[in-house]
């Protein structure tokens, strides 16, 4: 029982860990090093905020999105567009060098081509949902209680440690009394 504890509370120190480690790398990449949007590893994680894209992604799904040296027609990819926002749609077709590219959800394509430079990567991987849970850990509600856990990891074993020890040494204490 002692050994599953253990091996529990360190997984779940590990895990609690690489999430600190890759939010706070995201947040120097971005605010440092400029990169929007921030990336790990090559891999920029991004939220999915509209359903331009439904059914093949829903709000609030996680997405990877890597680099490429090319891209085809069917590929989802994700663009700065001309007002500095991200967005992720499928590419149509080519042509002079620019891309056409529609929402899987709207009737007609993007009014703007998008041109090569404007393309942040190809979608490689999706998480349906915990996209809500990452966007809520960057919040200020989010930050607090990734710190509150923190300090409760670090805190609550050295406080049943020391009630243990304090349990025995009262245990001897009474057992000396009654001799």
């Not at 040296?69 to 926002?85: K, M, R, V």
Request: a positive charge; charged letters at 25%.
């Amino acid at each position: 029982m002692k050994v599953a504890k253990k091996l529990f509370y360190g997984f779940f120190v590990v895990l609690f860990s690489a999430v600190i480690l890759v939010n706070l790398w995201l947040l120097i990449d971005q605010r440092l090093f400029g990169h929007n949007p921030p990336k790990v590893f090559g891999y920029a994680p991004l939220v999915v905020a509209s359903g331009s894209m439904e059914p093949t992604l829903g709000i609030g799904d996680l997405i990877l999105v890597r680099d490429r040296e090319e891209y085809a027609e069917g590929d989802i990819i994700t663009f700065l567009d001309p007002g500095g926002n991200l967005v992720t749609h499928r590419v149509m077709g080519e042509e002079q060098g620019a891309f056409r590219t529609k929402g899987d959800y709207n009737n007609t394509e993007d009014t703007e081509t998008i041109a090569r430079e404007q393309i942040v990567g190809a979608v490689t991987a999706r998480i349906p949902g915990v996209g809500k849970v990452s966007a809520f850990l960057r919040e200020p509600a989010g930050v607090f209680l990734l710190a509150a856990v923190g300090f409760l990891l670090i805190e609550v074993p050295i406080w049943l440690e020391s009630r243990k020890k304090g349990a025995r040494r009262r245990a001897r204490a009474d057992g000396k009394e009654k001799s």
